[in-house]
């Protein structure tokens, strides 16, 4: 996984750690937890579609 030298640079000031060897898994854990953030506040901002199927469109894409 590809990792901002800056996300990871922050990770190590923050977290104390003298190499970026070491601050490398907090910057990941930084990097998934943006992601779940941002997942969450996506919830109730789509409208569900009773009538939608999703079979249906597959076989349309075929």
Known sequence: MAIEKKLIEEARKIGGYRTKEEATPLAEEDAAHRNR???LSAFG???FDPGYDYKVERKKEA
């Open 37 to 39: 953030l941002r997942i």
């Open 45 to 47: 901002t789509i409208d």
